[in-house]
């Protein structure tokens, strides 16, 4: 009776853990904006080029971990948003994480955050923002479901990470910082990786 009752424990424990892990082997790196689609400006620093530098670093980060990464762009051009999830739905057992960084009149607002649509897509944003939030600086504002076009046109688990406000000096001089960027990157591999199966 009591070696049933632990079997049963047992099921219940790995069917949350099943729930909460992801299949994938594909990791399809959407960088923000874009040619000319400069995404947000300030403090000297321009959206697109920060999304593109973290999302290269964060692709080698992930192939060195065997995965299969596609980039929505590896350089700075104009792709339109139905484009990218075009590309994105070509590939199955995927998940889609597209970068972006904030911008806000009010200049005391800071924080990361990450956005989600599906249930998948939340534990995929749950878990980056874990990591992001133990190992960088700045407030974490949480994981929210918004209805972004690259969250509701992609097929597969998805989610859009605003790493950072630019408009506000501290975190605009935080992400100038290419080691800053190393982290970021750092910290969203390994929140994808602890997402999957
Ligand atoms: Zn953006």
């Known amino acids: 009776m009591i070696g049933r009752f632990f079997i049963l424990i047992f099921l219940w424990v790995s069917l949350i853990q099943t729930a909460r892990a992801l299949s994938f082997n594909t990791v399809v790196i959407d960088p923000g904006h874009g040619g000319k689609d400069g995404g947000c400006a300030w403090n000297g620093l321009v959206e697109k080029k920060l999304c593109l530098d973290t999302a290269l670093r964060l692709e080698r980060m992930l192939k060195a ?76 504002r949480g994981v929210s479901h918004n209805n972004f076009k690259v969250l509701t046109d992609t097929l597969m688990p998805a989610v859009l990470i605003e790493c950072a406000y630019l408009s506000n000096l501290t975190e605009a001089r935080r992400c100038a910082s290419s080691a800053h960027r190393q982290e970021l990157a750092e910290s969203i591999a390994a929140g994808i990786l602890a997402a999957k199966s």
Not at 78 to 105: D, P, Q, T
């Open 65 to 140: 971990k065997g995965l299969r990464v596609i980039m929505t762009r590896r350089s700075d051009i104009f792709i339109g948003l139905e484009g990218r999830a075009r590309l994105a739905n070509r590939y199955s057992k995927a998940v889609f994480v597209s970068i972006h960084f904030n911008a806000s009149k009010i200049r005391s607002r800071s924080g990361m955050e990450v956005f989600y649509r599906s249930a998948k897509g939340k534990v995929l944003a749950a878990s980056i923002l874990r990591k992001m939030d133990n190992n960088l600086k700045g407030v974490n």
